[in-house]
């Protein structure tokens, strides 16, 4: 299938970009990697009037760690974290979704902003961000604004991003010694959204109880989820198996997922719970805690 | 708009329109081996390599957007004499009819420059963004060893066989 | 400079057996391949279609000026322009006929309704968008048991009071045709007096082959000349040009169909599509080359589904396992219009294999078959007519019966299996098995897996409390139709020809009737001349797909190659050995009698080294010839089989499953195959890895799914599901060999055994694991959620 006209442009500064998309507004979208954009624009189910093409920004591929934030610019790809083997080693939860997103070809273009950007209900990146308490930096004419990714994302589809804006940067916190997660996500096949995903993140006190904990669900809700009430329950505990369940059975309480071809309500509920549970065993499991 | 491409090597220029998508420019060229099988991004019968390692879905990205990028089909993948996997898929008969075989052998091309010795199950996790509808992927397997075995070789050593 | 086509050829006499490489292979790797898309035509349109957004709707206008103003676009036909050239409506292959462009209303979402033709393929989509179409939505007949209420909507106006149908009465508007087999009465008797009873629903739901090459076709209608070439993505070229000729009035000696390389066809690129019509009507139209290639949407929504059969059955057995009688009743699902491409007289193909590997003394099948609001097609998807069906029936409902005997389901196969002193073995449902040895075939398949440790394990987990299960399918097949006296499509008898021309220097053309797409004709049919000629494999050329030369045959699909053109092309050759023998013995100076062909030549008999190869007698049949023989060393040999061919195996499959999220992980699968005598033993063994992937794609993922309104919920790869290689299992593979008694060379054919037989085994292997929980069957697709729904209805969870 062929999209539909429109016209094309390709900055060569982020302050090009956004103004640019200052001067067209609604009219235009940023293209990153695509992978959501042309097939969306392939099927004419998105019509942009105008492409700003940010792939030759200059300065947007960064990958570094800074005032103990991973700083992650808009045109890391999702291979440039998959195939980083520190963040592989340190980052169990980022590395874990690395190798499940979509699939290895589309992951050579999909960028990790993009993808947050584009915030799709069942998308992998917003869960994890949610677990990794990120935040996203947001590039307008006017300057500069850090925001949480609980406010970063608003609804389907949505997110604060605003008319003539674009996001440069998504921040994730460095993970310590004591801290570990994962990424339970279940599909149909390589290539297809989650059916329910769950990301989890903790950090480990000195004394064996859980010091911080992020717990995060996608594709069960119009947006991806916080469990707060399941990170409340762990928060300062040290671990059993019952505490797992209840914080687990918290996902389901808040999963209020669309029926589809993937699964009911029911299922993908259970599966919120399910993966939380496993989500949890597995980060402990990775720092020698057996449950 | 008027692009250049360099694909396999060549500068050439076309003619295209900014929604031009980059596998039908690469075939508007007449290289006809990059093939379209979907609109969903889905079964990478289009994959090429761009900047020489890098495999992208041709059909998921304007033509507008590789310039600059050196592009290398299935139609560059041969030297004076095929490259090992190519050999390899014809030996291992890891292709039946064909459609998915040129995709699928730049994919491998990109493991086996990231990865030389690939586990089977690497393997089969690389790969599983290309679909192949006639082979079941086994052979398709047993190739990208054999083409890893032949890569690894020492320069000089190659086997005649 | 890169290679342009690299020398891979095998060399030398290569026979029966041989696992040689494959001769097509060299253009594929280098990416010179010439698929229909990669044909461009000076002057060339392109076309796009307009497709109905609803599933039933009345059409109260279509409206073109939009579209005629986007620069490029030239014409908009629909179905008003195709009533003036008599194709507003084209017959189908099952005797009904079909909608080019939807006439009046439409049938089916996705339905063709307008095509449009411009410069470039961009500017033809921009114009199918701009089309305006008035739709008056009307009710849907989704599911098929509502098709026949009183009150269902009536689907085809066109035939509403034609209560007389392509296979006998009609008894209901949406009501087709009613086929039956076998004795009702003596099934009913046997049924009654047996000591068990088991009834089985169940459902092979609607599926679809997506070759990764979508279809396509190129109408070239010359002007100059009057003659008609089409390009197309055919599996049946002649079949097609034929078609043609009756549709259009073209003479067929001014058409010519050329079907290039095929991305893959699995009986998706048998019929004729309402795209590949309006292609060529728009060539006749504008002038000028009109190239259609559909899109992945159009090819899931629009063309060849496949299966779509509502099966119960009912099997009788003696409390020892002895299978008394089976009964069985089905509601096929044909869609909008009857397209099944079915041989004329078995309307549902040939579903009456359904007594499988077993010694039934009675049996009785009755199919109905209805019209709903869906795409149309029953092509035989990887399959022979129906077979699919009606071997995953057989082989699930054993187990059925297992469960309720509480008998392992390998013992009660090995009980009822059909003896092979007892072939050629005719079935209750009317067919003459040919040969097999089937306790042999399960006994190898069962000892390379380890069967009893197997179960062994399986109880010790149980006991834990994991789930496994074992599935075993021991299926048999019918293929190579077939013979004349029984078989055609639209009158065409299913023979196949194959015409061997041996060139003075000792080289050969090989052409045959089939088209080949992906299954390596181009050298397993050298290899059948190598073996019968003693020519060199690297010195014959096999040429298939382009009507105006090869000769006449119903193409490939139902896995008919290899049994009837596999067979035209040995008995052609034996042909020419003969002729070749008279010139050998002219060359040798001796009588005929006196030379015997052996060792690949003929040589004086009782004469050590007295001898000449073929080539040499190929050089003479041109330049030194006996008194009074025609020169030349050429046939052209139409071959029409005796009987069909019964290819058999027995999967057998292991699975364990994930009691939190109810995931199935295939851990083995062991498939031996009996296809007879093998011509080249890595292309059968690459046919089954690919037909068992497709099978394992039937069993967990892919279906073409409807909602109540009728909405395609399957009409791209995100929602159509083909595996990958990371879910795909490692096959292990085998074979025995039972010749073909009646076969030339005695093979049976190969390419869909794999198809069909394992979808059973992998669902076998799936209610196995939950048995013990008191489920006796799923359907498939088995989803994890399925699995998961009996898993927590017996209070079993985990995470
Ligand atoms: C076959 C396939 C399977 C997939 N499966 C999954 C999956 O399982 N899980 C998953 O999470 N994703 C999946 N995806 C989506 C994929 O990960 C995308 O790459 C990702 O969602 C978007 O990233 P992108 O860089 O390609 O963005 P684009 O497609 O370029 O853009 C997506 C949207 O975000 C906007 N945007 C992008 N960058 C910015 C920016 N810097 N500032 C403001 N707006 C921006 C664009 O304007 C657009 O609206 C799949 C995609 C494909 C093709
Ligand atoms: S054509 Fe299917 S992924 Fe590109
Ligand atoms: S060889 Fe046919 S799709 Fe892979």
Known sequence: MIPGAFDYHRPSSVEEAVA???????????????????????????????????????????????????????????????????????????????????????????????????????????????????????????????????????????????EGEMAVEARFPVPNTRTSGAYEKIERKVGDYATAAAAVQLELAQDGTIKEIGIGVTAVALKALRVAEGEKLLRGQKPTRDLIRAAAEEAAKIADPNPDARGSKEYKKDMARVLVGRGLVKALGRLGVKI | MQITLNINGQDKKMDVEPRTLLAHAIRDAGLTGTHIGCDSSSCGVCTVLLDGNIPVKSCTMFAVSAEGHPITTVEGLAGSNLHPIQQAFHDQHGLQCGYCTPGMMLSSVALLERNPNPSEDEIRFALSGNLCRCTGYQNIVKAVQQAAQAMNQPAGAAADD | MAIESPNLEPKGIQGLGKAIKRKEDSRFIVGKGNYLDDINLPGMMHMALVHSPYAHAKINGIDSSEALKVPGVKAVITSKELAGAGLAWVPTLAGDKQMVLADGKVLYQWQEVAAVFADTRQAAADGA??????????????????????????????????????????????????????????????????????????????????????????GDMSKATGRLTVYMTSQAPHAIRTVLSLVTGIPENNIRVISPDIGGGFGNKVPVYPGYVCAIVGSIVLGVPVKWVETRTENLTTTGF??????????????????????????????????????????????????????????????????????????????????????????????????ELKMDPAELRIKNFIQPAQFPYPSALGWTYDSGDYEKTLKVALDKLGYEELRKEQAEKRAKGELMGIGISTFTEIVGAGPSKDFDILGLKMFDGAEIRVHPSGSAIVRAGTRHQGQGHETTWAQIVSEELGLDVDKIIVEEGDTDTAPYGLGTYASRSTPVAGGAMALGARRIREKAKKIAAHLLEVGEADVEWADKKFSVKGVPGKSVTMSQVAFAAYTNLPQGMEPGLETTYYY??????????????????????????????????????????????????????????MAFMQEIAFDAEGNNLSSNFTDYLLPTSLETPKWETGHTVTPSPHHPIGAKGVGESPTVGSPAAFVNAVVDALAHLGVRHLDMPVTREKVWKVLRGAGIDAF
């Open chain 3, 640 to 697: 029409d089989p005796p009987n069909l061919t019964f290819p058999n195996g027995a999967y057998v499959c292991v699975v364990d499953v994930d009691k939190g999220t109810g995931e199935v992980k295939v851990r083995r699968f062991v498939a031996i195959d009996d296809c007879g005598t093998i011509i080249n033993p890595m292309i059968v063994e690459g046919q089954v890895h690919g037909g068992l992937t497709e099978g394992f794609a």
């Open chain 3, 129 to 218: 968008a701009a089309v305006q179409v008035d739709y008056e939505p009307l009710q849907a007949v989704v599911d098929p048991y509502k098709a026949t209420d009183a009150d269902a909507p009536v689907l085809r106006e066109d035939i509403k009071d034609k209560m007389e149908g392509a296979h006998g009465p009609r008894r209901h508007n949406n009501h087709i045709w009613t086929w039956d087999v076998g004795s009702k009465d003596e099934t009913d008797q046997a049924l009654a007096s047996s000591e068990i009873r088991v009834k089985q629903h169940m459902v092979y739901p609607r599926s679809h082959p997506a070759p990764l090459e979508p279809c396509g076709c190129i």
């Open chain 3, 306 to 403: 496949a299966r779509d059969f509502h099966m119960d059955i009912e099997i009788g057995a003696t409390k020892e396992g002895k299978v008394t009688a089976m009964k069985v009743y089905t509601l096929a699902d044909h869609g909008a219009f009857d397209a099944a491409a079915d041989p004329s007289k078995y309307p549902a193909g040939l579903f009456s294999i359904c007594t499988g590997s077993y010694d039934f003394p009675k049996a009785y099948a009755e199919v109905d078959a209805v019209y709903t609001n869906k795409a149309p097609g029953g092509v035989a998807y990887r399959c022979s007519f129906r077979v699919t069906e009606a071997s995953y029936l057989i082989e699930r409902s054993m187990d059925v019966l297992a469960h």
């Open chain 1, 20 to 162: 640019l998309m200052g001067q067209y507004g609604l009219e235009a979208r940023i293209l990153a990697g695509g992978q959501s954009l042309i097939p969306a624009m392939r099927y004419r189910l998105a019509q942009p009037a105008v492409l700003v093409d940010i792939n030759k920004l200059p300065n947007l591929a960064y990958l570094s760690e800074e005032n103990g934030m991973l700083r992650v610019g808009a045109l890391v790809r999702d291979t440039d974290v998959e195939f980083h083997q520190d963040i592989q080693s340190r980052y169990h939860l980022i590395a874990d979704v690395s190798q499940v997103v979509a699939d290895p070809i589309v992951r050579y273009r999909g960028t990790v902003v993009g993808s947050l950007c584009h915030n799709d209900p069942s998308g992998d990146w917003a869960a994890t961000a949610i677990a990794a308490r990120a935040q996203m930096v947001i590039r307008g004419q006017g300057g500069e604004r850090t925001e949480a990714i609980d406010d970063f994302i608003v609804d389907s589809f949505t997110t604060s991003i605003q």
